[in-house]
């Protein structure tokens, strides 16, 4: 008589488990499909603004082969970047550290 009064589980259960987990992996995958967009898109403002500075730039570099290097520009690259100085300049150095 045990056969007769078995309790049966609804085998819908299992299929509601299965949706739930469905739709909850669904959802992961959505949220880190946006935030990977996000992401992309700052990385595409980023660049756009390098592109914009670089075409400037590359505008400039166009303008002084136009134009020929003159000299104030030639003395300032010097000075800069290269650490150069006039001669009979003299030159002080702050070693305090301030």
Not at 3 to 16: E, V
Not at 18 to 31: D, E, H, K, P, S
């Amino acid at each position: 008589m045990t056969g007769r009064y078995r309790i049966k589980r609804p085998k819908s259960f299992m299929l509601r488990l299965g949706f739930v987990l469905f739709i909850a992996y669904a959802t992961f995958l959505l949220v880190d499909m946006q935030v990977k967009i996000a992401s992309a898109n700052q990385d595409l403002a980023d660049l756009t603004v390098r592109l914009e500075r670089q075409r400037l730039a590359n505008k400039e570099l166009e303008r002084q082969l136009d134009h020929g290097l003159d000299n104030a520009y030639i003395e300032r690259i010097a000075r800069d970047r290269l650490d150069f100085v006039a001669p009979n300049e003299e030159v002080f150095i702050d070693i305090s550290g301030n």
